[in-house]
């Protein structure tokens, strides 16, 4: 493995900025990496050398190099990039190559990153194991035989794989924690309006976002300052904080005290997962906080968001699924059917029950710093199956209710963050999840960076692709 591939996203712009290494020495080194690792794990499938090399080129003629100062990403493919290949993993957009970038796009190459690659995604993002028709299957570095989470799963196995040093991602009900707590990687949900995006069909929704992944907290808060900023073209985008949030990394401050809750109240746990993310927990207490059982009282989340994530689906999807209904998978088709089923009275309750649920969630934060729960319910499963359909001998309705634990914070506004806290006895990653008070990116950061700082797991990537010769447990 390159060694440059070893560096951390900081590390890496503290060499650009002081021009020891280039941008077109990262660029080469990251492709080199790519194509002894791809036909493995299959999380970039597009690439764009030549572009990233122009724009490394222009940069380096340039004085300042901005924040990033040249540093190759990869973006989802969700996201378009002007002049690469951007299919939102759906056979509908195979060819689709758009004419300009998405605002966040834009951003983060004004602000110095080098797109060199776009990461596999499901279809439209729908599920959180990524795979589509365009594609095929993503795979987890740590094990090839599973799944890397999604849908932001290609970006977290490119993390972990080594094969860049950020990747950005999108978060609807948990599509950059899943796949972080399954790669061993981080990965951050911002408060709505954190990140700017679009422009969006939908520019008022709050329920979807996008966000940094890296394999550090340093990392992650590192390209969250690249992301930030207010701009007209998405209405809820925040300004810039006066302190960037890699100060926080830099300069923490613990959290006083820390609700846990091993099952937010709604769900069935895998056994092994609640172990360790119990035993992750105490971490705090370590670092001088109070640690109790509780968490806000989200005992509706699970039908508010079926209702408004098909309301969703059906307002950005339902035209697709008139002209192209034999192109789209049928988690998506069973998305936007069930919204024509509802009427406004079930959509506005919904919507009245999250603005209630917000609320509590409020309440619940003025005297708690923190909420920590697991990420996800169960640890990474076999690639094939293409959702879990019961934990712990709970079965599931859905295909998404196995999700809960993210989605549920998803409509609290919270900004939300996964990192490593411990691996099962076949060597998976599990992760952990911190949830600050709405708009508390920084204390958040913060305390992840007290509870990394702590542990050895930011150290176990980058990692070759694995494929372990023993029986999967479970």
Request: net charge negative; proline share 8%.
């Amino acid at each position: 493995m390159n060694e440059l591939i070893r560096l951390t996203a900081v590390e890496a712009v503290d060499l650009l900025a002081r021009r020891v290494v280039s941008p077109l020495e990262l660029i080469e080194a990251a492709v080199e990496r790519i194509t002894a690792v791809e036909p493995q794990i299959n999380a970039l499938p597009t690439l764009c050398v030549d572009r990233a090399r122009a724009h490394a080129r222009k940069l380096m003629e340039k004085k300042e190099g901005g924040m990033l100062h040249g540093l190759p990403i990869a973006v989802k493919d969700l996201k378009e990039v002007a002049g690469v290949r951007t299919t939102y993993g759906s056979p509908i957009f195979a060819d689709y190559i758009p004419s300009r970038s998405d605002l966040m796009v834009e951003i983060l190459e004004q602000r110095g990153a080098v797109v060199l690659a776009k990461s596999n995604t499901p279809e439209f993002g729908a599920g959180a194991n990524t795979f589509n028709e365009v594609f095929g299957q993503t795979r987890n570095p740590w094990d090839t035989r599973c799944t890397c989470g999604g849908s932001s799963g290609g970006s977290a196995a490119a993390l972990a794989a080594g094969e860049v040093w950020l990747a950005t991602g999108s978060d609807l009900g948990g599509s950059l924690r899943i796949p972080a707590s399954y790669c061993g990687v981080v990965g951050l949900r911002p408060s709505p309006g954190r990140v700017p995006h679009g422009p969006s069909p939908l520019p008022f929704s709050t329920l979807a976002v996008a966000g940094p992944m890296g394999r550090t907290v340093g990392d992650v808060a590192l390209m969250l300052d690249a992301m930030v900023g207010e701009y007209a073209s998405d209405p809820l985008s925040l300004p810039a904080p006066p302190t960037p949030f890699l100060e926080a990394v830099k300069h923490p401050h613990p959290p006083r005290r820390v609700a846990y809750s091993a099952d937010l109240g709604l769900a069935p746990v895998d056994q092994e997962v609640a172990e360790i993310c119990a035993g992750a927990v105490r971490t705090f207490s370590d670092l001088g906080a109070e640690v109790v059982e509780a968490c806000p009282d989200l005992h509706d989340a699970g039908e508010i968001f079926q209702v408004l994530r098909a309301a969703l689906f059906a307002a950005t999807k339902a035209e697709l699924l008139a002209t192209h209904r034999d192109l789209l998978k049928p988690e998506v088709i069973w998305n936007i059917d069930q919204v024509l089923k509802l009427t406004a009275e079930e959509i506005g309750r919904a919507e009245r029950a999250r603005g209630e649920l917000y609320q509590r969630t409020v309440t619940f934060f003025a005297t708690h710093d923190l909420l920590v729960s697991p990420t996800v319910i169960a640890p990474p499963f076999d690639v094939n199956i293409r959702y879990l359909t019961q934990v712990a001998g709970v079965e599931f309705e859905t295909y998404i209710d196995w999700l809960v634990l993210t989605f549920a914070i998803t409509l609290t506004a919270c900004p939300a963050l996964s990192l490593p806290c411990g691996f099962t006895r076949d060597g998976l990653p599990v992760g952990l999840q911190l949830v600050a008070p709405p708009r508390g990116e920084a204390a958040l950061l913060s305390a992840a960076a007290l509870f990394e700082a702590a542990h050895d797991f930011a150290r176990q990537v980058p990692l070759d692709p694995r494929t372990p010769s023993h029986a999967l447990q479970g």
